[in-house]
């Protein structure tokens, strides 16, 4: 299974929440909204790239606005990877803190 | 309002270098989106700031992370060649070997020139520190001490001259608490010396400490040495009797150091100043230096000083010349010509040529192998590898072997620095913190390296992998054939050129060890076998009588005699002269006299070559007698000498007979000289005791000795030496230089021998092939072995050719320093030409045995 750092969970997380039009500034915009923190561009983009170089992301263009110059943004969204990457990490974080839910009751 | 509020277009510009080709489109637009919401948010100066900041971030982000890249990419290529150069081991050791040795070498000649180079670099004005000398004209001779006066007398009179130091060494005995020390060095000098040399001190005041007659500075060596670990400062210490006080501790002089002294007094304490001698312009017995102003200009101070010594004397011809000779041309430079300066140069030169003679073979030996992976360059080229990357493949091979090598040297030359400094009488060590020496090491790494791997990484990845793979063996350089050829003759002219130096090389040895042999087993005119001599300081010195008869009571004494010191210089005349005035002052400086007692010529055994020897028989001969020596015969032009008078510094006497010159070593000329029986200059007396030994029992004499000078009351330690000895001494210079030669002879021989190897394994690899063709239809090996020796020894004929008139030519060079040399031996030259032969079939015989070896069968197999 391909490892992630908490920051990229977080990344796909992001992704798989705002469901359309994810490209970077709205993904740093949620991220910012998420946790209060300031999030720089760098810290999202360079993640953003690894990850689709890995596999669990696919990017198509979309628009261009004036804003941009005049640039198309790249949008990302999940691979059938990605999805079954963070899957498994919940998965396992689930079993553990059940395990933890269930010794604590009876302990 | 969004057009007007575009981001600085340079920032722009800059952005979109520093990100990838495949997201510069969305990643640029991103940006500028987000600088839309600062300039709203903020300003537009703030938001250009951020986009400047981001793009320096992302600059180094990417640049770290090329680094990591390639490093990762370097890592593999590290770990392949080693695998590559581990098969190869033969050769790989052997090329390493050779570099490595090579390298260290150089390394070891190049801290000799440096250490030679920078001396006297500690002080820090030595760009504005001269010595004062004084030229005799007309005969081309320099001299280094001046009179008393004369440092204060320029300084008073020429305004560029800020300062002026007068520096006597003398030999004293210093003793404290039971230690005796007699050949420590001493000088006499003004407290200026520390103003005007970078002599800093450890404790103490430089600027009080020579105010006091009796004061004594130390070195830090010499305190500890007296001291230990207690202060020295104010303690007390007897030198020649005196008490003294030690007022200042030195710090430790550098060894590359001029002035190289162990205590300090104060320049009033000599004595002679105090007695109005100093005032007499005739005791040239001081080395005078000053400090000029800075932007003083040295030509103008020469013009001034110049006629100073004629001025200040009495009667003496205006042959004398007063100059400014610059301290820091001292040690490097002899104003006569010649000089240290000489010996850095050719060793420079040596070093150089060692270093470029193990890198050619390197590159030779590398190319040679690597011409043999071409089936390997192939299938990396069919697989995917660009030229580039396999470029890079050679030149870190190449890398890898010349680090090893390096490696190695620096290990085998910090091993070999003991004997080395032997050798050459210094005190060098490695400097792994300096920055220049790790400065220029890297810098050879990273050249020898890269022009090793040159070759293959441009030539031979640029093959056809298709030629390669479908067999052509023999490297086809198809358009290139020419220029492959022209390869191959460079390669033989490396190989002539290697043995050319090794021949030359052993020829220079050779001939220096004659030389040397020749200085010393010739005849010095005199018996100098088993034959000590002592001191006798002072007082001693009158009771030589006495001491020679207790000494004849020995048995294990042969021979015992006296004389007094070799005087020098005075004026001569003689009967029937017709010298010009400059001839008799030029004589007048060369002359020597001395001394002798009745025993001495034939207990020297000095063959006598005309007339008679002193003699009891005739009293005269006591005052007014004198011999003189075939050198002084040949510079009065004297015919006849017997019976002539002559007159040296006043003393009158008549020639009696002509002995031998008298040589001490053959480095020199004799000097022209005469002997006589008593003083006649007031200091004469019989200071020198010459005792002959029974050669069966040196040391038990040696004691007997010792005891007799024991019994005589004194506390000065005995010394003695043995007169060969110190005539060999001499020739230290040389045999130190043939030690070296030696050591380069070997080099240069291994190197050469390696030259060929490598060489020869290329061409016979080429011609595997043609040899098995032959072999198969039927050809006798050995013609085949016949050719290819013979075209290699017609290439060491060749470099014995080149060699023979060049080392002809340095050695007449060389020998021209010697006033007795020996002819130039043709048989040297026919003994390194052998040499040179028996090297080359030594080298090829494991290359001419493959060919001997070969299967037919498996060369053919590739068609």
Not at chain 1, 78 to 96: F, H, I, M, P, R
Not at chain 2, 219 to 226: D, G
Request: glycine share 6%.
């Amino acid at each position: 299974m391909k490892s992630l750092t908490r920051k990229e969970e977080v990344i796909l997380l992001a992704i798989l929440n705002l469901n359309e039009g994810a490209y970077l500034i709205a993904i740093q915009d949620y991220l910012k909204e998420l946790t209060g923190k300031s999030v720089s561009l760098t810290s999202v983009h360079i993640p953003l790239d690894r990850m689709e170089k890995n596999g669990l992301l696919e990017s198509e263009y979309g628009e261009a606005t004036a804003v941009r110059g005049g640039r198309r943004k790249k949008i990302y969204s999940l691979t059938k990877e990605g999805k079954a990457v963070l899957q498994e990490y919940k998965n396992l974080s689930d079993l553990l803190w059940k395990r933890y839910n269930t010794s604590n009751q009876t302990g | 309002m969004i057009q007007e509020n575009k981001p600085n277009k340079i920032l722009t510009k800059l952005f979109e270098l520093t990100v990838t080709k495949e997201n510069r489109e969305n990643l640029t637009g991103d940006y500028e989106e987000m600088f839309h919401r600062i300039v709203d948010d903020k300003s537009r100066l703030v938001a250009n700031l951020w986009f400047l900041f981001q793009i320096l971030k992302l600059a180094l982000l990417s640049f770290v992370d090329s680094i990591l890249w390639s490093s990762t990419l370097f890592k593999n290529y590290l770990k392949t060649s080693t695998r590559i150069l581990l098969k190869q081991k033969q050769f790989s050791i052997i090329n390493v070997t050779g570099l490595a040795i090579g390298l260290a070498s150089c390394i070891l000649l190049m801290l000799w020139v440096t250490d030679e180079y920078t001396y006297d670099g500690f002080h820090q004005n030595r760009n504005s520190i001269y010595r004062v000398v004084t030229e005799h004209i007309g005969n081309d001779t320099y001299s280094r001490n001046t009179p008393y006066p004369m440092a204060e007398v320029i300084k008073q009179d020429v305004p560029e001259i800020e300062e002026f130091v007068r520096v006597r060494q003398q030999k004293q005995l210093l003793k404290h608490d039971d230690k005796i020390f007699n050949n420590w060095k001493s000088i006499a000098t003004d407290k200026s010396i520390f103003k005007v040399f970078t002599f800093p001190f450890l404790k103490g005041n430089p600027e009080t400490a020579l105010d006091d007659m009796k004061s004594i500075v130390l070195t830090s060596e010499k305190a500890t040495i007296l001291f230990g670990v207690e202060n020295p400062l104010n303690k007390m210490v007897e030198v020649d009797g005196e008490l003294l006080q030690v007022t200042g501790v030195m710090e430790k002089i550098p060894n590359n150091s001029t002035l190289d002294f162990d205590y300090i007094r104060p320049l009033e304490s000599v004595k002679g100043i105090t007695k109005n001698q100093a005032f007499i312009w005739n005791w040239w017995a001081f080395e005078s230096y000053v400090k000029l102003h800075d932007g003083a200009d040295k030509n103008k101070v020469d013009e001034k000083i110049s006629d100073v010594l004629v001025v200040n004397r009495t009667g003496v011809e205006n042959t004398l010349n007063t100059f400014l000779e610059p301290f820091n041309e001292l040690h490097l430079y002899n104003l006569e010509g010649g000089g240290q300066i000489r010996y850095v140069v050719m060793f420079s030169i040596v070093a150089l040529l060692i270093l470029i003679i193990a890198c050619i073979n390197f590159v030779n030996l590398s190319t040679a192998r690597s011409s043999e992976r071409t089936k390997e360059i192939g299938i990396r080229k069919v697989v995917g590898s660009t030229r580039f990357e396999i470029g890079k493949q050679f030149l870190t091979e190449s890398m890898v072997i010349t680090v090893a090598a390096f490696i190695i040297a620096i290990v085998v030359a910090q091993l070999s620095i003991p004997w080395f400094n032997e050798l050459v009488f210094k005190q060098l060590s490695i400097p792994y913190t300096n920055l220049d020496f790790i400065l220029s090491i890297v810098l050879i790494i990273l050249i020898t390296g890269t022009l090793a791997g040159l070759y293959p990484a441009l030539v031979l990845s640029n093959f056809n992998p298709v030629n390669i793979l479908k067999g052509n063996l023999t490297i086809n350089f198809g358009k290139k054939n020419r220029a492959g050829r022209n390869r191959s003759n460079f390669r033989k002219t490396l190989v002539i050129i290697q043995f050319a130096l090794s021949v030359g090389i052993i020829i220079l040895t050779l001939m220096i060890q004659k030389q040397i042999d020749f200085m010393q087993d010739s005849d010095q005119g005199y018996n100098t076998d088993n034959l000590l001599f002592f001191h006798l300081p002072g007082k001693l010195a009158n009771q030589t009588g006495a001491i020679q008869n207790q000494l004849r009571e020995s048995l294990l004494i042969t021979g015992v005699s006296s004389s007094g010191y070799d005087n020098a210089g005075g004026k001569i005349e003689w009967e029937g002269m017709t010298a010009s005035k400059e001839r008799l002052d030029f004589l007048g400086g060369q002359i020597r006299y001395m001394m002798i007692d009745s025993n001495y010529l034939s207990m020297m055994d000095v063959g006598i070559v005309s007339g008679r020897a002193f003699s009891n028989n005739f009293p005269s001969d006591y005052n007014n007698s004198w011999m003189i020596n075939e050198e002084l015969v040949k510079q009065l032009d004297l015919k006849d000498p017997i019976g002539k008078s002559l007159n040296i510094i006043g003393a009158k006497g008549t020639i009696v007979g002509v002995y031998n010159n008298m040589h001490f070593g053959f480095k020199e000329l004799a000097e022209p000289q005469a002997l006589y029986l008593s003083p006649k200059v007031s200091w004469d007396n019989f200071n020198y005791l010459f005792v002959r030994i029974a050669p069966e029992n040196t040391s038990e004499a040696i004691i007997f000795i010792e005891s007799v000078w024991k019994s005589l009351g004194t506390d000065i330690p005995f010394e003695y030496k043995f007169l060969d000895d110190m005539i060999n001494e001499q020739y230290t210079p040389e045999i130190q230089m043939t030690k070296i030669f030696n050591a380069f002879t070997i080099f240069a021989i291994f190197i050469s021998g390696i030259g060929l190897f490598g060489l020869s394994a290329f061409v016979i690899s080429q011609k595997v092939k043609e040899v098995g063709i032959r072999k198969v239809l039927g050809a006798n090996v050995y013609n085949i072995i016949n050719t290819l020796s013979k075209e290699f020894l017609i290439w060491v004929i060749i470099a014995n050719i080149i060699a023979w008139p060049l080392s002809y030519y340095v050695t007449v060079k060389w020998l021209e320093n010697y006033p007795y040399k020996v002819n130039f031996d043709l048989w040297v030259l026919l003994f390194s030409a052998l040499a040179s032969i028996l090297i080359a079939l030594f080298s090829m015989s494991y290359q001419l045995r493959r060919i001997m070896k070969v299967n037919p069968v498996e060369c053919i197999k590739y068609e």
